[in-house]
């Protein structure tokens, strides 16, 4: 192995995994069993020493200068309490973090509110992972106020990480969403790119989707790839995965490789699919026909692992 690990080495049959993916990136000990104390988040809100994240509209105060970006934390105040508090973990000096999550009116401030895909790549490891926990926490609570049985309004419990339903007393935990994620490539080591007729002309990326109950993540690649651009992959291999708040999903990155490059798409999810090589992709990207993915998204590293390095683009 050379020295350079950390380079985008984008041989195709290497199976190295993706580090440092943006979002996959968090240092706090989540120090789970601290949740089930009942007076855990009143004392934290008590202690000056606790730091506080607080999120408005998926939205978090940042201290920018130049590329270094960090989140801009504070003491409890006393509208705390009344807001939703999640308890986000500690670090190695013991120092306790919460998440509160405001309401519009709670954004004030001269420091600029950022969202998670504006400054995902540009913050430490343990600030992205605080915001990308956060953020898919506040979603969650957002759209499960009430009970699925009896339709009761839930309270949230075990410092932000269940709500529980006063009437029947079930517990709900937080959704993760798996959706797979695929570097499709064929025996001449194109890759697949595909657009959502959702999307403007010129975007485009690799394929994704849902996995469905009672289907494995490989079976999924499989499948979504199938139904998508009629095209049988084989090879899926695991590449890396990263959680994707927006709202609360988990991306799971595969490589698979196409057992025959005829394409045969469903028009409903796809309005075009191509194969490219490498050098078509540099020549589209430097055309400015190309949207790349962002940079804090899986599907952009994806495709510079598949290319062999950093694609130039704004961000
Ligand atoms: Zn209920």
């Known amino acids: 192995m050379s020295s350079a690990r950390h380079t985008l080495e984008g041989v195709s049959g290497s199976f190295e995994t993706l580090h440092d993916l943006s979002l996959a990136r968090g240092t706090l000990d989540r120090a789970g069993l601290r949740r089930r104390d009942p007076d855990l988040l009143p004392l934290l809100l ?13 939205r978090a105060q940042v201290l920018e200068s130049g590329r270094d970006v960090a989140l801009l934390l504070r003491s ?33 401030g001269t420091a600029p509110w950022r969202s998670l895909r504006e400054v995902g790549v540009l913050l430490s490891d343990q600030d992205a992972g ?18 699925p049985l009896c339709g009761t309004a839930t309270e949230p419990d075990q410092a932000g990480w269940i709500r529980r339903c006063p009437k029947d007393g079930t517990e709900h935990y937080p959704r ?30 690799v394929l994704a989707g849902f996995v469905e109950p009672g289907e494995s993540l490989e079976a999924a690649v499989a499948r979504e790839v199938l139904e998508e651009v009629g095209v049988v992959v084989e090879h899926v291999h695991y590449l890396g995965s990263q959680p994707w708040p927006f709202p609360s999903s988990l991306m799971v990155g595969f490589t698979g490789r196409a057992v025959d490059s005829a394409l045969h798409l469903d028009q409903e999810e796809i309005a075009e699919a191509v194969w490219v090589t490498r050098q078509e992709l ?6 400015g026909s190309f949207a790349i993915s962002p940079t804090v998204s899986i599907a952009r590293r994806m495709i510079e692992r598949w290319y062999g ?7």
């Open 46 to 58: 008590k202690d000056p020493l606790t730091r506080i994240l607080e999120l408005v509209e998926g």
């Open 76 to 108: 409890p105040q006393e509208q705390d309490g009344l807001r939703l508090v999640v308890f986000l973990g500690q670090d190695q000096h013991g120092t306790a973090y919460l998440g509160v999550v405001g309401q519009a009116q709670d954004a004030s």
């Open 130 to 147: 605080m915001f990308a926990t956060v953020l898919g926490l506040a979603n969650w609570h957002a759209v499960h106020t009430h009970c």
């Open 176 to 205: 993760t969403d798996p959706a797979v994620i695929m570097a499709v490539t064929d025996a001449a080591d194109r890759l697949l790119l595909a657009r959502s007729p959702k999307w403007p002309q010129g975007r485009l990326s």
């Open 282 to 287: 540099a020549q589209m990207v430097a055309a």
């Open 309 to 315: 390095g950093p694609l130039d683009s704004a961000n």
